[in-house]
């Protein structure tokens, strides 16, 4: 269930900072005000950091599954990780938009401009890859993870199984009429 929350808070996030977030009117001569062109920008194009995040996100849901142990909670740490700086980036957005569209260069270089409300839909997805992250920090080392059929236990070598097949040995089982690989 945890892994479903991850990869639809992640899909959430992706889609949040694609779609526009803010838009300003910028005069195409300067000096005139008159005349001008609107310029929407999306999320990922304000935060270019915190729009890929998400993605990390949702590759982390194969990460679960591949992983056990220390290394679960290290993907668990990746996924907090990538929620707070996308929730950071948002609620940054949230509080004061204006100052994220403003080059510190030039910082008078629109004359209107105006956000949309997808940051918050961004806010809520980055909260909650935060807390499916720290839900993998805390309990993922006791998940089961991926099938342990066909790694070989940590007792025996290589080529000295209790049950290996030898080549002189697969021959004479296939004398007897034995089939040697069961």
Request: hydrophobic residues 50%; proline residues 6%; without cysteine.
């Given at each position: 269930?945890a892994?479903?929350?991850?990869?639809?808070?992640?899909?959430?996030?992706?889609?949040?900072?694609?779609?526009?977030w803010?838009?300003?009117?910028?005069?195409?001569?300067?000096?005139?005000?008159?005349?001008?062109?609107?310029?929407t920008?999306?999320?990922?194009?304000?935060?270019?950091?915190?729009?890929?995040?998400?993605?990390?996100?949702?590759?982390?849901?194969?990460?679960?599954?591949?992983?056990?142990?220390?290394?679960?909670?290290?993907?668990?740490?990746?996924v907090?990780?990538?929620?707070l700086?996308?929730?950071?980036?948002?609620?940054?957005?949230?509080?004061?938009?204006?100052?994220?569209?403003?080059?510190?260069?030039?910082?008078?270089?629109?004359?209107?401009?105006?956000s949309?409300?997808?940051w918050?839909l961004?806010?809520?997805?980055?909260?909650?890859?935060?807390?499916?992250?720290?839900?993998?920090v805390?309990?993922?080392?006791?998940?089961?993870?991926?099938?342990?059929?066909y790694?070989?236990?940590?007792?025996?070598?290589?080529?000295?199984?209790?049950?290996?097949?030898?080549?002189?040995?697969?021959?004479?089982?296939?004398?007897?009429?034995?089939?040697?690989?069961?």
């Amino acid at each position: 269930m945890a892994l479903i929350g991850l990869a639809a808070a992640a899909l959430v996030v992706i889609a949040a900072f694609a779609l526009p977030w803010a838009s300003v009117s910028v005069p195409l001569v300067s000096g005139l005000s008159d005349t001008g062109t609107e310029v929407t920008f999306t999320g990922r194009e304000i935060y270019p950091l915190a729009g890929v995040m998400p993605w990390l996100g949702l590759a982390a849901v194969g990460g679960v599954f591949a992983t056990r142990g220390w290394a679960r909670v290290i993907v668990g740490l990746v996924v907090l990780a990538t929620g707070l700086v996308s929730a950071v980036s948002a609620i940054g957005f949230g509080l004061d938009p204006q100052a994220a569209l403003v080059d510190p260069l030039n910082p008078d270089p629109f004359t209107q401009w105006a956000s949309t409300p997808w940051w918050v839909l961004g806010l809520i997805g980055a909260l909650g890859l935060a807390a499916v992250g720290g839900l993998i920090v805390a309990r993922g080392r006791t998940w089961p993870g991926l099938s342990q059929r066909y790694e070989r236990s940590s007792g025996t070598k290589a080529g000295q199984d209790a049950g290996s097949i030898t080549a002189l040995s697969a021959w004479d089982a296939l004398d007897r009429g034995e089939d040697p690989t069961t």
